[in-house]
């Protein structure tokens, strides 16, 4: 273990008035104490070498060969060597442990190797050359020589060595932008900020007081002490807008500064990769079943053998005939020594009934199987000029038997590619009007729902405009006039889109947008085809240029995150004329409660049908800040972001204070289009008999369109529906509610559904009585987390209605529930094979749970494809995957390990039989045509004889050799059918 202990480093602290542990580190910047006069000790954190492999030179022989023996057929293959060097057996001690000892030593070379490819691979992490500064000088270091509290300069497109707090930047606003699509599967820009009041490094004198490491990506608390001479300590907050992440990318930045916080296997990445569990497939669990029943036939056999050998024996002139006289040594063994002794000769003479090289054959069967996905034309992609990825060989029959399919749908059925389509303000519809040159682009296609205005105020409609435009974590790119080097080098990411409209911009100039979600950037887009343009952030001023082409600047005041709990995000801003306004967006459910009634019926009705027609929708509200209640929340704030304990329940506290009485402008609505061929593949997958499941963090009405459009909803489909809107009809207790909805949908889809055929092994649907069942989170919440005392009796309930159904719809979910929601599934009656699929870091927890994880090359980064067990550039060629390559893969495998058994009967059954003829003196059957004649006139043989051993040392040898050729036919004549 290269870390030392967490505590180290560690402080006390006094909070609430109890002295109390506080779980973290002081770190010293640039290894300078506060105070030149006071002892100083460096506190001791772990270096920054990366370890991921295994084995070292020293330990890789016991560890390998422990690891091997594990394994059941390896270790009894070793029992019965050791039981024939021990003990007088009909066979050499050469027939099982040369097939033994060649299956070890091809598994250790091959585990080897792959543990030498991760030995470089982190040889080339720790080796990377990094720019430390050091009383003031730039020296280069190698990253594994990287110590907590080093100041570091990273440049643009280098990767950061470790985690960093970020002190200088280069860009005049003090942020930098990364990406982390090799942490999150995200590959939007992130934006992070310096620490204020930072000029000179060289002569800095502060300390970080920050958390111990945690894996959490998106949680961070710390805070900075800035000593100063002559001046009062300075204390500034930190979070994550500050934290660069190991692994992650510097953007869109000539260079930063930062000083190290967690190195090594502290980070948070490296806390995030600890290996997943070994997955093993149903054929695999199978295979050891077999070896037990083929293990109790052995045995059985060597019983049987050895209890008519000593009743035969127990005849008079049988156990000791006058051409076989027992030596002195053999009259004094003791009976029972001598039973025991036989047994295992037994056992030794029917050992081979257990394939010694079925394991290595089924190893080359899927390794170089894997290679036909691979290979497979079908699935290339040219946008990407990839195919599919075999992360792993072990589960290809897996994909031959899938029952279920959990499929995520932003960026798996949808493109993830946003396009602004409309917004609504005050009730009444706008489009934007394509022709024309008209600078505003409004079009009015609808009335307000009273219908007594034809259009909104214009005040309204900017004030709507200045919501989208400023309400967001938008950047502005950088351009090469303005002396950046690398302009045009952000032109091929994803969330950089070229902005073609009337703004400031000659018609021949670029600008982009730099965002961390594509939504953020579509509304701004969209807020620019209607006259109103973002120009930037300039030290905490943002410009906007308005339908009359005047700049306006606004300064940020504070920016409230968005957070998936709270599911909005919210900024404050003061303009010129000294008003403070605060501007929120976010889904219907957080933004309605906190607006007035009347306004929210002006907006539901448009709401609710752009999410029945597919769209994203995002609700738009404001509020006037007073200076009494803008200066109470900027205190509050302040306070909660220096809090090291509790930090996100006290910025929850604030955030739902000023959130609260705002007014309801209007709402957009982003279309995300469907994946190519996306319908067809649902319909392929639920003809061939699986259960389609979506699991989607969107809203019910956006992810119900979604599944009628992709034909995981007929329009005769009954939909059961399970939501918090459901439990709230009746007018009684949620929780009293979801049981009575429980029964009666229990009683409708399973009870009263007409029976499948009982030929089927699968629950087709009968297409008069389609069932579609919609849940969403905080339902879900309840039907898994209930104290209840009959909550296994609901849960068996929701289980039974969902396996009922032709496709369920869970929506408004959480990653872990997603996870959730696949092991109930998978831990059901009858243990079904589940498959989930999914292209972002959200689908990762799901995608481990699953049977067989499948990662889509989508524009969320790397993350889903890293951690699944096989990779595909589109939705689309899950079809083929799982009918065309997973059918053949498990009649493969089947083939192959029924051949097996079968072919290693036949060898030991003659031989049983053949101990019946030859006085049950552990004769191998091959050595009668030794002596020639037939048994009857041959004495039989006792003790340790030549012959008997030739015949038996070559049925291991072809075993092994007989399995290539088989393999062969095996392996290519599926494909030639």
């Known amino acids: 273990m290269l870390c030392h202990s967490p505590s180290v480093g560690g402080t006390r602290m006094e909070l609430k008035g109890e002295e109390r542990r506080v779980d973290s580190r002081t770190i010293y910047i640039g290894h300078r104490p506060p105070s030149a006069s006071e002892p100083f000790t460096p506190p001791k954190f772990c270096d920054n070498r990366i370890v991921s492999s295994k084995y070292t030179v020293w330990n890789f022989l016991p560890k390998n060969l422990f690891e091997q023996f594990r394994r059941i057929a390896n270790f009894y293959f070793l029992i019965i060597f050791l039981v024939q060097v021990i003990v007088d057996t009909p066979t050499s001690p050469v027939t099982s442990g040369l097939p033994l000892c060649f299956v070890i030593t091809v598994t250790a070379i091959k585990q080897g190797y792959e543990d030498w490819l991760r030995h470089k691979a982190d040889n080339e992490v720790n080796k990377y050359p990094v720019l430390v500064l050091e009383k003031g000088r730039r020296l280069r270091k190698d990253s594994e020589k990287i110590k907590v509290g080093d100041v570091l300069q990273v440049e643009e497109d280098e990767t950061f060595p470790c985690d960093l707090i970020l002190l200088q930047s280069s860009r005049d606003d003090n942020t930098?932008?990364?990406?982390?699509?090799?942490?999150?599967?995200?590959?939007?820009?992130k934006t992070h900020y310096t620490v204020p009041d930072i000029e000179d490094l060289e002569s800095l004198s502060a300390t970080i007081e920050c958390e111990q490491p945690q894996p959490d990506l998106y949680k961070f608390v710390g805070r900075m002490h800035i000593y100063k001479s002559n001046q009062e300590t300075a204390v500034r907050s930190l979070g994550p807008e500050n934290l660069l992440l190991k692994g992650a990318t510097l953007k869109n930045t000539q260079k930063v500064s930062g000083v190290a916080v967690y190195t090594g296997m502290e980070t948070k990445m490296a806390l995030n990769y600890q290996g997943k569990s070994q997955k093993r497939s149903a054929v695999e669990k199978s295979i050891n079943a077999f070896l037990l029943v083929y293990l109790c036939i052995l045995v059985s056999k060597a019983l049987v053998c050895t209890t008519l050998k000593y009743i035969w024996q127990n005849t008079p002139g049988q156990d000791e005939p006058w051409y076989n006289q027992k030596t002195q040594k053999e009259k004094d063994t003791n009976l029972y020594l001598k039973m025991f002794t036989d047994f295992l000769s037994f056992m030794v003479l029917f050992n081979f009934i257990i394939p010694v090289s079925m394991y290595v054959t089924v190893e080359m069967q899927k390794f170089l199987g894997s290679f036909f996905i691979g290979w497979d034309k079908d699935f290339f992609d040219p946008e990407i000029q990839e195919g599919a990825l075999v992360n792993t060989s072990d589960l290809n029959e897996e994909l031959g038997q899938v029952e279920y399919v959990f499929t995520d749908k932003t960026g798996t059925l949808t493109q993830n590619n946003m396009e602004f389509i409309e917004c609504c303000i005050d009730g009444i519809q706008y489009k934007h009007r394509h022709a024309g040159s008209q600078v505003d682009g409004l079009g009015v296609t609808d009335g307000p729902v009273s219908g007594m205005k034809q259009k909104a105020g214009k005040d309204r409609e900017e004030l709507f405009l200045r919501a989208l435009c400023l309400c967001h974590t938008v950047q502005v790119k950088e351009s090469p006039e303005q002396g950046h080097p690398q302009g045009n080098r952000l032109a091929d990411q994803v969330d950089c889109l070229q902005m073609d409209g009337e703004g400031p911009e000659q018609p021949g100039d670029q600008m982009g947008?730099?965002?961390?979600?594509?939504?953020?950037?579509?509304?701004?887009?969209?807020?620019?085809?209607?006259?109103?343009?973002?120009?930037?952030?300039?030290?905490?001023?943002?410009?906007?240029?308005?339908?009359?082409?005047?700049?306006?600047?606004?300064?940020?005041?504070?920016?409230?995150?968005?957070?998936?709990?709270?599911?909005?995000?919210?900024?404050?801003?003061?303009?010129?004329?000294?008003?403070?306004?605060?501007?929120?967006?976010?889904?219907?459910?957080?933004?309605?409660?906190?607006?007035?009634?009347?306004?929210?019926?002006?907006?539901?009705?448009?709401?609710?049908?752009?999410?029945r027609e597919g769209y994203r929708t995002l609700c738009v509200a404001y509020k006037r800040l007073s200076q009494e209640e803008y200066a109470q929340a900027d205190a509050g704030l302040r306070e909660a972001r220096l809090a090291l304990q509790d930090r996100e329940e006290k910025l929850m506290a604030v955030y739902n204070e000023v959130e609260t009485g705002m007014s309801l402008i209007g709402a957009t609505a982003v279309e995300d289009r469907l994946q190519e061929e996306a319908a067809e593949t649902m319909e392929a997958l639920q003809g061939a008999g699986i259960k389609i499941w979506v699991l989607t963090g969107d809203k019910m009405e956006t992810a119900k369109s979604?599944?009628?459009?992709?034909?995981?909803?007929?329009?005769?489909?009954?939909?059961?529906?399970?939501?918090?809107?459901?439990?709230?009809?009746?007018?009684?207790?949620?929780?009293?509610?979801?049981?009575?909805?429980?029964?009666?949908?229990?009683?409708?889809?399973?009870?009263?559904?007409?029976?499948?055929?009982?030929?089927?092994?699968?629950?087709?649907?009968?297409?008069?009585?389609?069932?579609?069942?919609?849940?969403?989170?905080?339902?879900?919440?309840?039907?898994?987390?209930?104290?209840?005392?009959?909550?296994?009796?609901?849960?068996?309930?929701?289980?039974?209605?969902?396996?009922?159904?032709?496709?369920?719809?869970?929506?408004?979910?959480?990653?872990?529930?997603?996870?959730?929601?696949?092991?109930?599934?998978?831990?059901?009656?009858?243990?079904?094979?589940?498959?989930?699929?999914?292209?972002?870091?959200?689908?990762?927890?799901?995608?481990?749970?699953?049977?067989?994880?499948?990662?889509?090359?989508?524009?969320?980064?790397?993350?889903?494809?890293?951690?699944?067990?096989?990779?595909?550039?589109?939705?689309?060629?899950?079809?083929?995957?799982?009918?065309?390559?997973?059918?053949?893969?498990?009649?493969?495998?089947?083939?192959l390990v029924q051949y097996f058994f079968y072919k290693n009967l036949c060898f030991i059954l003659p031989q049983f039989l053949y101990q019946f003829f030859c006085g049950y003196s552990q004769q191998p059957v091959g050595a009668a045509h030794l002596h020639g004649g037939s048994a009857e006139q041959r004495p039989p043989l006792q003790g340790d004889s030549q012959e008997r051993h030739v015949a038996m040392e070559t049925l291991p040898l072809l075993d092994l050799t007989w399995s290539i050729p088989r393999f062969g036919l095996l392996l290519w004549c599926p494909l030639l059918v």
């Open 513 to 611: 947008f730099i965002a961390s979600s594509p939504d953020e950037v579509a509304l701004v887009k969209g807020a620019m085809r209607y006259g109103f343009t973002f120009l930037g952030l300039e030290s905490k001023a943002m410009k906007i240029l308005n339908n009359s082409n005047e700049i306006e600047v606004y300064e940020l005041l504070h920016v409230l995150n968005f957070d998936p709990v709270r599911r909005r995000m919210s900024v404050i801003v003061k303009c010129k004329a000294g008003d403070i306004l605060l501007f929120s967006k976010g889904a219907d459910s957080s933004i309605f409660p906190r607006v007035k009634l009347e306004e929210v019926e002006r907006i539901r009705v448009h709401v609710d049908r752009n999410a």
């Open 176 to 189: 930098c932008f990364v990406t982390t699509a090799s942490l999150d599967g995200e590959s939007n820009h």
């Open 706 to 895: 979604t599944c009628f459009a992709c034909r995981l909803f007929q329009r005769s489909t009954e939909l059961l529906e399970l939501t918090v809107r459901a439990l709230e009809e009746g007018g009684r207790k949620r929780e009293e509610r979801l049981h009575e909805l429980l029964l009666e949908y229990h009683k409708k889809a399973v009870q009263e559904a007409p029976l499948c055929e009982a030929t089927s092994s699968r629950s087709w649907s009968v297409p008069n009585h389609d069932y579609g069942f919609i849940i969403d989170g905080a339902t879900l919440s309840m039907v898994l987390n209930s104290t209840d005392s009959n909550s296994s009796h609901y849960r068996n309930l929701f289980l039974q209605i969902c396996q009922n159904c032709t496709a369920v719809l869970c929506c408004r979910m959480a990653p872990l529930q997603k996870a959730q929601i696949v092991k109930l599934v998978k831990n059901s009656k009858g243990n079904p094979i589940t498959l989930s699929i999914g292209d972002g870091a959200n689908d990762v927890s799901m995608i481990l749970e699953a049977h067989v994880g499948i990662g889509i090359k989508g524009k969320e980064g790397r993350q889903a494809v890293r951690n699944s067990d096989y990779a595909i550039p589109k939705l689309k060629h899950l079809k083929k995957l799982l009918l065309a390559h997973g059918h053949l893969y498990y009649v493969r495998i089947a083939h």
